[in-house]
C-alpha cells in the first residue's frame, strides 16, 4: 500500500518552524548531526528492519552499513515530525504499516505501483516520482531540517530520514493521501 501520487504541493506563507528535538543527545557537545538533531549513535541492535542505514560522522544515520535501532528510527520520526507539526503517532504508524521500520531497501513488488515498473520502497513506500515530487517542496520550507539531518540538498529517495522529513511535509500540506494507510494510522494515533 505504498506512496502513489506524483504531485506537488505549495507552502504556507513563511513555511513550518523548526522545532528543536531538546535533551540529552540533541545533537549538541558530544556528538550529532547539529542542534536539535536526535543524537545516533550505531547499534548492533536491530528490530526486524532491513538494510539499515549507517552513521555519519557524530552518529547521524547516512546511507551505507551499519544499523540503527527502533528506538532511534523513533526518535528520528518524532523529530521530522516535530519539524514541520506533525502528529509523531501518525508519522509513526504510516512508517509501522507502510515497511514495519524499515531503514532501507523493502520493495512493494505486488501493487499496481509494481506492476506499472515504479515499486514503491523504504521506510515510507515511496515511489520514486512522487518522492522526486514531494522532497525538493519539503527541503525548500525547511532546508534547515535536512541540514540538521546531515542530508544533502532534498536527499536520496531511499534515505529513510528524507523519507520521514518529505512524509511530515507530505502530510501537513495536504498529500496525506498519498498514503493508503494515512487514515488507520490517524486512527491508531488518536484511538477512534
Not at 501520487?5 to 548531526?33: E, H, I, L, N, Y
Not at 515499486?119 to 525538493?136: H, L, V
Request: glycine share 14%.
Amino acid at each position: 500500500m505504498g506512496c502513489c501520487c506524483s504531485s506537488a504541493g505549495s507552502t504556507p506563507p513563511g513555511g513550518p518552524t523548526q522545532v528543536a528535538f531538546g535533551g540529552p543527545g540533541d545533537g549538541g557537545a558530544g556528538g550529532g548531526a547539529g542542534p536539535g538533531v536526535p543524537d545516533f549513535k550505531p547499534s548492533h541492535k536491530h528490530s526486524g528492519t532491513r538494510d539499515a542505514v549507517a552513521g555519519a560522522s557524530g552518529g547521524a544515520p547516512s546511507a551505507s552499513g551499519a544499523k540503527a535501532s527502533h528506538a532511534e528510527v523513533i526518535k528520528f520520526i518524532d523529530w521530522a515530525a516535530a519539524q514541520y507539526h506533525a502528529d509523531p503517532k501518525v508519522l509513526e504508524n504510516i512508517a509501522k504499516y507502510e515497511s514495519n521500520f524499515a531503514t532501507g531497501h523493502d520493495p512493494n513488488t505486488t501493487d499496481i505501483n509494481a506492476q506499472r515498473g515504479t515499486p514503491s520502497d523504504g521506510m515510507f513506500q515511496f515511489i520514486e516520482p512522487t518522492f522526486n515530487g514531494y522532497a525538493p517542496d519539503a527541503q525548500k520550507a525547511n532546508p534547515q531540517a535536512f541540514k540538521a539531518a546531515g542530508i544533502q540538498g532534498h536527499g536520496q529517495w531511499m534515505d529513510w530520514r528524507a523519507q520521514a522529513l518529505t512524509t511530515a511535509w507530505a502530510i501537513t500540506h495536504g498529500h496525506e493521501q498519498a498514503w493508503a494507510t494515512y487514515h488507520k494510522a490517524t486512527e491508531a494515533a488518536h484511538g477512534w
